[in-house]
């Protein structure tokens, strides 16, 4: 299996880390988005990372998808919980945190793509509310880590890693909790460092 990622992309990370969870391997391919003649065009019509050509040549995408995938090769229900209940808690915590870091994402895009003068403080600030509600709705009750992480865990971890890596940290000032969280999955997932970009 490939993976088509980028080293700095949360959505890339939380793949990588299921992956390693799982005890899956995938062929790492580093991909540049913005260049017309990257292959990942080819692989997936978005033109977006990440994406995981199979052994058979069928290309998946996005990382829930992805993930979800990689759950059910390994077997099932080890990252994606069978039991009903916890199964939507589990997509609705990853949908949160993806949401995180693509809001996180579009703040870096509207900073790093657009000349100064044709940036928007209104959309960044939109952005930025979004990333400061979700951290608030988080904070208040962090998801309880116990065995194997499930993918909300997993794409929140990913989430905070991200804001930490583009963001100085800032976030964390006033996040007591969601701190305390992260420095425990890092503890018990060593995906978790070894995929830090």
Partial sequence: MK??????????RKVRIAAALLGLSVELVPTETINPADPIRQKNPLGKI?????????????SAVIAAWLDDQAGGGRIVPRDPKARTRALVLEALAD?????????????????????????VAHQGE??????????????ALEG????????????????????????????????AWLDDFA??????????A
């Fill in 99 to 123: 949401g995180l870091a693509d809001a996180a994402v579009l703040v870096i895009y509207e900073t790093r793509y657009r000349e100064p003068g044709e940036r928007s403080a209104k959309w």
């Fill in 50 to 62: 990440p994406t995981l050509e199979t052994d058979d040549g069928d290309c998946i995408f996005d």
């Fill in 148 to 179: 194997e992480p499930d993918i909300g865990q997993i794409a929140l971890a990913c989430a905070l890693g991200y804001l930490d890596l583009r963001f100085s940290g800032e976030w964390r000032t006033n996040h007591p909790g969601l701190v």
């Fill in 130 to 143: 979004k990333i400061e509600r979700a951290l608030a709705r988080l904070e208040q009750a962090p998801p």
């Fill in 3 to 12: 993976l088509y990622f980028a080293p700095a992309s949360p959505f890339s």
């Fill in 187 to 196: 503890q018990k997932i060593p995906a978790f460092a070894a995929t830090a």
